[in-house]
């Protein structure tokens, strides 16, 4: 799974899957954009890891929600590295409220945040990819895609149809080359999913997972490397689920 001449933009890179994903990627050879919204020095930090490794690299601060800020990412690779070959859209994330106490601006944000944003990065790197009948597009969704997700309805909304989206757009662009797949992770052991748990809830959740536990970011990025390489240039319009056996569609 060699991605030595490869440019890949990963975004949500500075921390948690985008970060242990951005790091892999370049571990298999590719430049790497490191895309972040908030966390400057975090972006700094995973960009120093890469030229470590002897690959090259930039941040590039954008809201993924914002058409301008997206084009301006990519126009930005493109200056920097010539292509782009490959896009991650890994930024994502909701807030726990019942739909009874959610409020028109919550649901819209969520949203956006998860579904407009991969709309808008596809777009933005579409036309260099159809230009050079090549590219890998992977979405970030998860299990809560499949599965019910309490209290987080728009959350779940906006992860299936970030399935329902890879789908037709992998249908769109297959005369191109172009994969666009989707991976799936259950719950993973980030930052932002800690949360305030207590430690007596998170091994709680822990033993729901058939293998034992729950997930960490360095378990996701092989994932997204194997779509992102061309050992899955036959592979297309697909759901990648690494969840340890928590879910089986």
């Known amino acids: 799974m060699e991605l030595s001449g490869k440019v890949a933009i990963v975004t949500g890179a500075s921390r948690g899957i985008g970060r242990a994903t951005a790091l892999c990627l370049a571990e298999a050879g590719a430049n790497v954009v490191v895309n972040y919204r908030k966390g400057r020095e975090a972006g700094q930090e995973v960009v ?8 090259n690299a930039i941040t590039a601060q954008a809201d993924v929600t914002r058409s301008a800020e997206v084009e301006a990412m990519v126009e930005t690779a493109l200056r920097s590295f010539g292509r782009v070959d490959i896009l991650v859209n890994n930024a994502g994330g909701s807030l726990t409220r019942a739909v009874v106490d959610m409020d028109e601006k919550e649901w819209d944000d969520v949203i956006a945040f998860n579904l407009k944003s991969a709309f808008l990065c596809c777009k933005a790197v579409l036309p260099t990819m159809i230009r050079n009948r090549y590219g890998k597009i992977v979405n970030v969704s998860s299990n809560y895609g499949v599965t019910p997700a309490n209290r987080r309805s728009h959350y779940s909304a906006a992860k299936a149809g970030l399935i329902a989206f890879t789908r037709s757009l992998a249908v769109e662009v297959a005369p191109y080359h172009i994969n666009v797949n989707v991976l799936a992770p259950g719950p993973t052991d980030t930052p ?7 430690e007596a809830e998170l091994a709680a959740r822990a033993r729901d997972v058939p293998w034992g536990r729950v997930g960490k970011p360095e378990d996701m990025a092989p994932a997204v490397l194997f779509l992102v390489s061309d050992a899955s240039s ?13 879910v089986m569609p």
């Open 192 to 198: 932002r999913w800690r949360g305030n748990r207590t």
């Open 48 to 55: 120093e890891e890469i030229t470590k490794r002897g690959r």
């Open 234 to 246: 036959y592979i297309t319009g697909q759901q990648l689920h690494v969840n340890g056996g928590l």
